[in-house]
């Protein structure tokens, strides 16, 4: 029913091969493989690269698959989540010509799901970022659908510190503008990576749009996120999300899991609930970061038998 998986960019160090083996050796089903170009990372949990999909021959997606499917493991989707709406036109370009060997990569493999985000020039408003959105993602969803790809597009804001204010970096982040968006580009391949934390943080329900949005759920993120009330009392919502805001392993924060899976289930969803560890108490050395996988997995079981 519900295939349980984590998200590999906390294994940064770590190999393919040493992701898959972990993932094997602990009772998951799935792993959703991250899949930046090789390079300097620009923020946290970025440019990883568990598989390279710019050297991917026929030869290296036949070990891929070998290797996954003897370890009864499988690819829940393949993630890169740069900000294809940047302002810098020449970054822009590069990050959606990236996305498309992402979608290339999947459908060679044959997988179904690439999850990445919208992005957003966040100096302007939304309504701005959504005429830039129709100019620009309209392509990129006809170039998924050409090769039989769902994209799945998670919905972190990506605004939590000043050098990201006001608008944030990824638009969408509510569904006012999801409704937008998926009102610009009517495709069937076009949904979301849905991430309930980033609802909770911004003190909206984080229940409700798996209802709404049931035909739109490709891909799920279990990360949790905890309100500090009494740092929001002091701040209020429009400091920087970090100053009253933390997020954590799944049962650590605000989080309503049992209603959250009740509402997965009652509306059907089929498919990969994959762990996403963001959470700092749990990054200082590699031996924490299995750990907060593991935390969050013991946790996690009693939703999913």
């Known amino acids: 029913m519900l295939n349980l998986g984590f998200v590999s960019a ?10 898959i083996d972990f993932a094997a050796a602990n009772q998951f089903e799935c792993v959703e493989i991250m899949c930046w170009p090789k390079g300097k990372a620009e923020r946290r949990y970025a440019g990883i690269t568990h ?39 020449e970054k822009s370009d590069y ?9 290339q990569a999947a459908s060679k493999m044959g997988l179904g799901v690439v999850n990445t985000f919208i992005g957003a020039d966040h100096t302007k408003s939304i309504s701005d970022n959504l005429k830039t959105f129709a100019k620009k993602w309209p392509a990129i969803i006809k170039f998924a659908e050409d090769h039989n ?7 972190c804001p990506m605004y939590f510190t000043a050098d990201e204010w006001p608008s944030g970096k990824n638009l969408a ?36 749009p798996i209802y709404d949005y049931k035909d739109k759920l490709f891909h799920i993120h279990l990360k ?21 805001h933390s997020p954590k392993l799944p049962g650590l924060g605000d989080v309503n899991w049992r209603d959250f899976f009740s ?11 994959c762990i996403e560890v963001e959470d700092k108490a749990y990054e200082k050395t590699e031996a924490d970061k299995f750990k907060a996988i593991l935390t969050s997995r013991n946790y996690l079981r009693q939703f999913l038998g």
Not at 95 to 103: E, G
Not at 149 to 155: D, G, P, Q, T, V
Not at 224 to 244: F, I
């Open 10 to 19: 906390i294994l940064a160090e770590n190999s393919f091969e040493e992701v």
């Open 173 to 208: 982040h509510t569904p006012a503008i999801w409704d937008e968006m998926f009102s610009i580009i009517p495709s069937d391949n076009f949904g979301l990576n849905y991430d309930p934390s980033h609802l909770v943080w911004q003190q909206m329900d984080e229940i409700q």
């Open 224 to 244: 949790d996120a905890k309100v500090y009330r009494n740092k929001l009392n002091h701040v209020g919502t429009m400091a920087h999300p970090l100053e009253y």
């Open 95 to 103: 990050y959606f010509a990236h996305i498309k060997k992402v979608i």
């Open 51 to 89: 598989i390279d999909v710019d050297n991917l021959d026929e030869g290296k997606i036949a070990y891929i698959q070998e290797y996954v499917g003897n370890r009864g493991i499988y690819i829940s989707g393949l993630g890169y989540y740069p900000n294809p709406l940047d302002a810098d036109q």
């Open 149 to 155: 790809i769902k994209i799945a597009i998670e919905n």
């Open 263 to 273: 509402a997965l289930t009652s509306v059907g969803y089929r498919g990969p609930v």
